[in-house]
Nanobody, 114 residues
Framework: QVQLVESGGGLVQPGGSLRLSCAASGFTFSSKTMSWYRQAPGKERELVATIISYSGSRNYADSVKGRFTISRDNTKNTVYLQMNNLKPEDTGVYYC???????WGQGTQVTVSS
């Protein structure tokens, strides 16, 4: 079955960096567009970044443009999210998801605080 395992979260000071990873299994990873979402306390889950399967094109939420970079390694069935210049408003649980598949992983907590 579809499995998504996120990792790499933690506590970081404002201006710091983190790299999140999502290891996928149970489907043909290279053929799927992959996205990162986040959910802040008391807020709805929001789309952060997407990487298209066939072209490698990337799209970002306005709030993270210029600071976050999504990438993928199809040989490792893994999608990454490099997060730089982190801000307190980036705090939340980060999830990865494959387009058209309903499964979610457990997420990884990111906390940006001094």
């Amino acid at each position: 079955q579809v499995q998504l395992v996120e990792s790499g979260g933690g506590l970081v000071q404002p201006g710091g960096s983190l790299r999140l990873s999502c290891a996928a299994s149970g489907f043909t990873f290279s053929s799927k567009t992959m996205s990162w979402y986040r959910q802040a306390p008391g807020k709805e889950r929001e789309l952060v970044a997407t990487i298209i399967s066939y072209s490698g094109s990337r799209n970002y939420a306005d709030s993270v443009k210029g600071r976050f970079t999504i990438s993928r390694d199809n040989t490792k069935n893994t999608v990454y999210l490099q997060m730089n210049n982190l801000k307190p408003e980036d705090t939340g649980v980060y999830y990865c998801k494959a387009l058209s598949l309903g499964s979610w992983g457990q997420g990884t907590q990111v906390t940006v605080s001094s």
